[in-house]
């Protein structure tokens, strides 16, 4: 690398079969912000490019100079990565992201190693691609030259990456080429294995197409109110002080309503009761401070959220991040090293969309609010109706469980059928404990806490739970039927034939302080016989996968169409541009329709609640 000089080839890539990628970029706000791509912060410092015979950094903003001609490196790139030739690359919405903020829009699949290795083994600790360097290739990125020159510019080994701006591009010329062949190398390895675990439906025609629609997602953003927020934020500021001067008065002190210390003090003051957590410490959850009556936890819940929407909300995330007048929400498709799931569902930051209250009657219509509509457009809010209670109905129905037939013939008459009401009828509850039971039951809720949740003593809990699971058999038959399969064959598929895997053992009867292992390591640690663990789990797992498949699905159809969502939230999406009223009945059909035209019929009709508004917050129902 001594006698490295500015990169004069560019080859012509436009026969290439398939194109490793990769960029260098200046990004300053990312750990906070995410991608600055999208706001114009930072800039693209360098790319790199491989194939199967070639790969090369090429430099454009180095402080130090010895830069490529940017104009004629562009036109250049413009040009060849514009073939419908794949591409290839590791986290590859980032580059895409930096590539198009520079004009350049890259055409063809673009694979992304790190999401096919998540399909792969969704129980990965790390994703990164030094990682799967060590993994596939046997070896580690090379940033020995790297250190070396962060040494001598005094740049600390935690912060080379964020400064490889000022480095001279012949110091990391030969790392950012490898980050482009390794991908490369990476994925060919990769394409068998998917392959082999039937995942290349999922992988080449939801995962990969997803990702275009995603980058659109983040170029569009979502229009905010800004001026609106400051005053929102001022309000609730001004009650959050009226709520603790409240509290003071109530219990003669101050109180941390985040400490549960102090709010055990407090409480003991008053004689209130409280949990404890299996360390003995107080416990005051969110969800437990809002069933309860006394005026001293009311105000404990109020002040938090309170405090959790105007300071950390609306000002850190609302005000804090936009830019021209819109955030830029940053959706994660996969579980990665900084976040994601691993059942497909979407995770989103910076900000957190599926964060913004969305029950309190207070303050989720007015936190909505602060997202709006384009000027001239329509805020359209398309949502899955009961999604996680219909594909666990069309399930039963397959497996010919006892009750399935009944409850998706009932779905076939009146497709507009509440299933906790349903529920309900059948098991003769009332319907607010057939919703609690039917949630907690799908999320392994156990007795103790539906106990809890229902305000029943343990004993009245039991003869509801039995008197449910008499009723609506198929729940558990379902939940029985999808561990023992998980059992045996050690995963479970959902409707795209995406995998759960069970992979953990340990000793049949669990005790404290068991840490389950892989097969191997359990065989040798624990006494026989040893078990898969978190079977019970296969259930909810199949579910919540098969509604992921289901929304991604619908958003490549919507995409396709025309339509670009500006956000995604659960079973969700959300448009800020609609105009007319057929465009909301085009994309609810497009959403209804989507898994039969994706060779992934269902038994039990879908379908979506539509609402239009000039915000999030004031969307209202609307038939279409």
């Known amino acids: 690398m001594s006698e490295w000089k500015v990169p004069t080839d ?22 906070t912000m995410g991608p600055g791509g999208v706001r114009g912060d930072g800039y693209l410092l360098g790319v790199a490019i491989a194939t199967s015979d070639f790969n090369c950094y090429y430099p454009m903003r180095h402080e ?69 360097c060590l993994q596939y290739l046997k070896k580690t990125k090379f940033e020995v030259r790297l250190e070396v020159a962060a040494e001598r510019l005094g740049i600390a080994k935690s912060k080379i990456k964020e400064n490889l701006w000022r480095m001279h591009p012949k110091d990391v010329a030969e790392y950012g080429a490898a980050d482009a062949k390794d991908a490369l190398d990476i994925f060919n390895i990769q394409v068998p294995l998917l392959t082999a675990d039937e995942l290349d439906n999922l992988f080449y025609n939801i995962e990969t197409p997803i990702i275009d629609v995603l980058l659109d997602m983040r170029f569009k953003g979502v229009p905010v109110d800004t001026k609106k927020a400051e005053e929102v934020r001022d309000m609730l500021l001004k009650k959050q002080c009226q709520s603790v001067i409240q509290l003071s008065k109530l219990v003669g002190g101050e109180i941390d309503v985040w400490s549960g210390n102090s709010i055990a003090s407090g409480a003991s003051t008053l004689g209130l009761q409280f949990n404890y957590t299996a360390k003995g410490n107080p416990s005051f959850e969110s969800s437990w401070l809002e069933e309860q009556s006394s005026e001293y936890y009311k105000l404990i819940s109020r002040i938090r ?39 497909g569902r979407f995770a989103s930051a910076n900000p957190n969309a599926q964060q913004v209250p969305a029950r309190d009657e207070e303050l989720a219509p007015l936190i909505r609010s602060l997202f709006i509509a384009e000027q001239g457009g329509r805020w359209g809010k398309f949502d899955y109706k009961q999604q996680e209670p219909r594909v666990t109905v069309h399930y039963a129905y397959l497996s010919n469980l006892i009750g399935a037939k009944e409850a998706q013939a009932r779905y076939l008459s009146a497709p507009e059928t509440d299933y906790h009401q349903m529920v309900a009828d059948m098991a003769e509850i009332e319907r607010g404990v057939a919703k609690t039971m039917n949630l907690g039951l799908a999320y392994g809720m156990g007795m103790t806490k539906m106990a809890d949740q229902l305000g029943m003593s343990m004993n009245q809990a039991k003869l509801i739970y039995n008197k449910y699971h008499a009723n609506v058999p198929f729940v558990k038959a379902l939940t029985t039927k999808a561990g023992n399969l998980a059992e045996t064959r050690g995963y479970i598929k959902t409707l795209a034939g995406r995998r759960k895997r069970f992979n953990l053992w340990g000793p049949k009867k669990w005790a404290p302080g068991i840490i389950p292992k892989k097969k191997e390591e359990a065989m040798l640690e624990f006494e026989y016989p040893i078990v898969r663990y978190f079977t019970y ?74 609402f239009s508004g000039p915000s999030w917050g004031e969307a209202k129902g609307i038939k279409v």
């Open 10 to 31: 560019f080859p012509d890539l436009r026969s290439a079969s398939i194109i490793g990628i990769d960029v260098e970029t200046k990004d300053p706000n990312l750990m």
């Open 64 to 132: 130090s100079g010895d830069n490529v001609d940017i104009q004629k490196f562009v036109a250049y790139l413009k040009d060849n990565l514009s073939t419908r030739c794949p591409k290839v690359g590791a986290n590859i919405l980032y580059d895409l992201e930096w590539l198009r903020a520079e004009g350049i829009r890259v055409d063809g699949p673009k694979y992304d190693i790190q999401i096919a290795e998540w399909l792969l083994n969704e129980e990965k600790r790390e994703y990164n691609l030094n990682s799967l």
């Open 305 to 343: 959220k309170l405090d959790r929407s105007g300071s950390v909300f609306v000002e850190s995330k609302i005000m804090g991040m936009a830019k021209n007048g819109r955030v830029y929400p940053t959706f994660r498709q996969s579980k990665t090293d900084d976040g994601g799931t691993k059942s």
């Open 537 to 610: 789990r296969a259930m909810n797992s199949l579910i919540q996968g098969s509604c992921a498949d289901m929304l991604k699905v619908a958003m490549i159809d919507v995409w396709e169409a025309g339509y670009v969502p500006s956000l995604t939230v659960h079973d969700e999406l959300d448009f800020v541009d609609l105009v007319e009223d057929k465009q909301f009945k085009e994309i609810s059909d497009i959403m209804i329709n989507c898994l039969e035209k994706h060779g992934m019929p269902i038994t039990v009709p879908l379908l979506v609640d539509v």
